[in-house]
């Protein structure tokens, strides 16, 4: 099982700030990576998929990056609604493993 | 959307069956899978199923344990869960597997708690 690791566990930011999130895995995965958002008491929304596209909706703030172990998420100019729990997912490889979550809070 | 139902209160042992119902897409077209969040923890899979049926996969702590269905007929996803343990308590959500491959659509969650 490919184990997804992410970094920080919690990061401060404040409004209009840069957040940058990182993740990886413990064996490559190609560009098969996803991001997730979730708010309290939320379903999960997907943000970013192939590492690197947004998907539908999700604004030109939100970028990926990355490819084979090493994965980012960059938030260039945080707004309120952006803090939330952020979470990769590999699909690579069954079984489709998530990391365990980074919570972007205000600072 | 994805409306899951079938969440509740079970004793250690027992069994429930969740269910996971489509509208405003044909569900026969796509695959789809359920994962869970235990209270203040990271998503986990669980178990998947090919758009036709055919094919599932199940994570390694509920193989031989839970099964997962589908009624396309219905629009509807299951998920059979026997012997349920206490580490099984959690937030169960179904999820669409879009053409990127990711999950690109999630339902609102049904609640288990697994408690005597």
């Known amino acids: 099982e490919i184990v997804m690791t992410q970094s920080p566990a919690t990061l401060s930011v404040s409004l209009g700030e840069r957040a940058t999130l990182s993740c990886r895995a413990s064996q490559s995965v190609s560009s098969n990576l996803a991001w997730y958002q979730q708010k309290p008491g939320q379903a999960p929304r997907l943000l970013i998929y192939g590492a690197s596209t947004r998907a539908t909706g999700i604004p030109a703030r939100f970028s990926g990056s990355g490819s084979g172990t090493e994965f980012t998420l960059t938030i260039s100019s945080l707004q309120s609604e952006d803090f939330a729990v952020y979470s990769c997912?590999?699909?690579?490889?069954?079984?489709?493993?998530f990391g365990q979550g980074t919570k972007l809070e205000i600072k | 959307q994805l409306v899951e139902s079938g969440g509740g209160l079970v004793q250690p042992g027992g069994s429930l069956r969740l269910s996971c119902a489509a509208s405003g897409f044909t569900l026969s077209a796509y695959s789809m899978h359920w994962v869970r969040q235990a209270p203040g923890k990271g998503l986990q899979y669980v178990s998947a199923i090919s758009y036709g049926g055919g094919s599932t996969y199940y994570a390694d702590s509920v193989e031989g344990r839970f099964t997962i269905s589908r009624d396309n007929s219905k629009n509807t996803l299951y998920l059979q869960m026997g012997s349920l343990r206490l580490e099984d308590m959690a937030v169960y959500f179904c999820a669409r597997v879009g053409i990127n491959s990711a999950f690109d659509m999630w339902g609102q969650g049904t609640m288990v708690t697994v408690s005597s």
């Open positions: 997912q590999q699909y690579n490889n069954w079984p489709r493993t």
